[in-house]
């Protein structure tokens, strides 16, 4: 568990606190990249001799090296402390299991991540009786109407990461407040580059740090901020030290590195997004391109409040039966097939999913698409060459 410093507080630019934020050269003799405090035990040979004792224990617990990921985290999401985890999914069910009771109530949006969804669905709901309703999520009214006198948690992801949908964050936020009801919201798709919830009264913002945050898929890992100083104590000496799913210290600094470059990388991945977007667009065989950044969105007034640009993933719907969209990725020789993104390189996957907009209203194949930081042109001339296996009309 780490909070800011009052020398954290003074870098203020995403650019400023992704680069110094956690730099102590007096304290790791001069180091330009802090040690990796690869240890589990702090011993105390001081103890008793009135020396100040640095806190640390175990590394379960806490440990120098995550805390400077953990404090690079906190002020880049304007939060007042952060929490490291060894994966999304530890970030994402400690805080949730912070908010649930047993015979309590969740609001969670249907559109989450898969492993989010079952958590709460197959194993809370079975398990401890917690009761649950899905929403859509794109009507505030959806949500208080499904609000219970037992509801304790509100769970949100917006942008979602197959259809790309999204939550008036703010105005759900306030109606949870007023009610004394927990918020939590993945914001993986975004990275707090691009959107800052806990800014919009959320409680607890939860990140898969496999995605950009590490950026080089070579790191599964996690975070949860809040501006909550007893949320993020909670957490620490409950569900992360219980649970005991603390990142290792060499994933910190390997994702110590990957945030470095962050806003380098992020706007690298929407630029070369922004173009594959506009070519898929003006192709006859591509029916419709999900991607909050573009104009024909269909929830561009939340994509103007709450982001500031949208990031490396995207989805269409194209022509042709599931035999030939599979095709389709096949060809592809710069899209390798593979679930996750956020990391340098481009991906491709399909999946069956109900698109009740009302320009499609069916279940209907979707490619979705992560645009690596690989030349851009390159990349549209190979998926200009793997469209050739679709139908035309
Ligand atoms: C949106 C989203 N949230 C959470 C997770 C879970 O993260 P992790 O795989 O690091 O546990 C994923 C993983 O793909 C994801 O896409």
């Known amino acids: 568990m780490a909070f800011l410093t009052d020398l954290d507080r003074t870098y203020t630019t995403p650019e400023d606190i992704c680069a110094h934020v956690g730099d102590e050269y007096a304290r790791f003799m001069g180091a330009i990249v802090p040690p990796v405090f690869q240890n589990s035990l702090f011993v105390r040979p001081n103890a008793g001799n009135g020396v100040e004792d640095a806190g640390y224990v175990y590394t379960r617990a806490s440990n120098p090296t995550i805390d400077i990921a953990e404090r690079k985290i906190a002020a880049l999401e304007g939060g007042e402390g952060a929490l490291c985890f060894a994966s999304g999914m530890g970030a994402i069910s400690s805080a949730i299991m912070h908010f649930a009771r047993a015979g309590g109530h969740i609001v969670l949006v249907d559109s989450a991540y898969g492993c989010t969804l079952g958590l709460i669905r197959d194993y809370l709901s079975k398990r401890f009786a917690v009761e649950f309703t899905n929403v859509n999520g794109s009507s505030v009214e959806e949500i208080e109407n499904a609000i219970r006198p037992n509801t304790t948690l509100i769970y949100l992801e917006s942008p979602s990461s197959m259809l790309f949908r999204m939550q008036d964050i703010e105005q759900i936020a306030r109606i949870a407040r007023e009610r004394g009801i927990g918020t939590i919201m993945d914001n993986s798709y975004s990275t707090p580059l691009y959107q800052q919830p806990l800014k919009y009264g959320i409680d607890i913002v939860c990140h898969t740090a496999s995605k950009y945050l590490g950026g080089h898929s070579d790191i599964v890992a996690g975070a949860l901020a809040s501006r909550d100083r007893d949320i993020i104590t909670s957490i620490q000496d409950y569900e992360r030290a ?30 070369n997004a922004e173009k594959v977007v506009r070519f898929l667009e003006s192709d006859p065989r591509i029916i419709k391109v999900n991607y909050p950044g573009s104009a024909t969105y269909g929830q561009n007034d939340l994509f103007h409040k709450y982001m500031k640009r949208a990031s490396g993933l995207l989805s269409f719907i194209p022509k042709g039966t599931e035999e030939q969209i599979r095709a389709f990725c096949a060809r592809l020789r710069y899209f390798q097939n593979g679930v996750s993104w956020g990391g340098f390189e481009s991906l491709c996957v399909t999946s069956g999913v109900l698109d009740t907009t009302p320009e499609i209203g069916r279940k209907a194949f979707v490619v979705r698409m992560h645009i690596g930081l690989e030349n851009v042109d390159t990349l549209i001339d190979d998926i200009s060459q793997a469209l050739e296996v679709l139908p035309k009309v």
Do not use: C, E, K, Y
């Not at 219980?242 to 992020?266: E, Q």
């Open 242 to 271: 219980w649970f005991g799913n603390n990142m290792d210290p060499h994933a910190a600094s390997m994702l110590i590195r990957g945030i470095r470059t962050l806003p380098v990388r992020l706007p690298q991945h929407s630029a």
